[in-house]
């Protein structure tokens, strides 16, 4: 089993859907991470939280440290925001500079 | 600014071959690092740098050598490329706990 967990893998959503991606791990961590993946391959840096909430445009990312659980919520979902939404976790056991990544979830926004 | 990027975006090898693979970043990070995405698994660390001169072994380092002989540049070499190491590699750099990616370079070892 994965210490970082996504769900689902997949997802297709008609736009203008509220859309809900969730991140599941199991172990201590000192940072969570999401970035998203474009078609085409760049990776970027889409909210660093270690606890409550943070919104930027449409999109919320939410964690809850005890459940060890985060969601990335994106309102009124549009075509551009299709794309893959990786989860990574930063333990604070360890080296803290390393990442434990989830496997993304592929998103589809179908106009 | 470039941000981060990497040289070359594609490369088709044949076993045995060897090459470098370039990440050079603009925005003066102390860390970098590489890393491998293959179907169905998540980003795997090769190797990353905490500084200039430094390098050190992530979760997958077979098979891969590094250098950061300059604080903008960190080197992958493959030595004497495997089919196993056709891939993505992706580089990124961090001055806090946030990283900054490269665009990628495919790598097809045939």
């Known amino acids: 089993k994965n210490e970082v967990e996504q769900s689902p893998q997949n997802l297709t959503a008609q736009e203008g859907e509220f859309i809900t991606i969730n991140c599941s791990y199991s172990?201590?961590?000192?940072?969570l991470h999401w970035l998203q993946q474009h078609p085409g391959g760049g990776i970027v840096s889409l909210f660093m939280?270690?606890?409550?909430?943070k919104k930027h445009g449409r999109l919320i990312a939410t964690i809850n440290i005890q459940e060890k659980h985060s969601s990335l919520h994106i309102t009124a979902s549009h075509p551009r925001d299709s794309a893959v939404y990786i989860c990574?976790?930063?333990?604070?056991?360890?080296?803290?500079?390393?990442?434990?990544w989830g496997l993304g979830t592929s998103l589809a926004v179908n106009p | 600014n470039a941000g981060v990027t990497q040289t070359p975006k594609f490369r088709v090898l044949k076993t045995g071959q060897s090459m470098t693979l370039l990440c050079a970043q603009d925005?003066?990070?102390?860390?970098m690092y590489w890393y491998r995405q293959d179907p169905g698994m998540g980003l795997r660390l090769i190797h990353y740098?905490?500084?200039?001169?430094?390098?050190a072994k992530g979760e997958v380092p077979d098979g891969y050598n590094v250098s950061r002989l300059k604080k903008q540049n960190f080197l992958l070499g493959l030595e004497s490329a495997a089919p196993s190491q056709t891939s993505v590699y992706f580089c990124?750099?961090?001055?806090?706990?946030?990283?900054?990616f490269g665009p990628g370079t495919r790598l097809t070892v045939t």
């Open positions: 740098s905490v500084g200039e001169g430094t390098t």
């Open positions: 990574a976790v930063r333990a604070n056991a360890g080296n803290n500079r390393k990442l434990i």
């Open positions: 925005m003066n990070h102390e860390y």
């Open positions: 939280l270690s606890s409550g909430k």
């Open positions: 990124a750099s961090s001055i806090s706990y946030e990283q900054y």
């Open positions: 172990v201590g961590i000192s940072a």
